[in-house]
């Protein structure tokens, strides 16, 4: 453990730095069209983020120790489709469906 004064320190450091992050694009562009290459590169971001993020947990999750888990990897594909037929909501609820559902019944 560390002490409260370096806890303290630290949070606070990375809380203005956080803001300071925020506020290099919302203070000083907030106002200011950005050009159009700009925006039309900014809309794949999330495309891009999202699925890094989710499929280190799909293929090595932490709930399993890091062994490939044939339930995630169902409701992965089942999410993925239901959201490129339907909706975002819809395949919310379908991944999470498929992923109760499979556990369950591989238990």
């Not at 560390?2 to 809380?15: R, S």
């Not at 050009?35 to 499929?55: E, R």
């Amino acid at each position: 453990m560390i002490d409260d004064a370096t806890f303290w320190t630290l949070t606070a450091g990375l809380g203005i730095g956080t803001f300071l992050i925020r506020f290099s694009f919302l203070g000083f562009l907030g106002r200011r069209r950005m050009p159009d290459w700009l925006v039309l590169h900014l809309k794949y971001v999330g495309v891009g983020v999202l699925p890094a993020m989710v499929t280190p947990l799909v293929l090595w999750p932490a709930a399993t120790g890091g062994d490939t888990d044939p339930a995630r990897i169902l409701a992965a594909l089942v999410t993925f489709v239901v959201a490129f037929k339907l909706s975002v909501t819809g395949a919310l609820v379908a991944g999470m469906g498929t992923l109760y559902l499979a556990q369950f019944l591989m238990s």
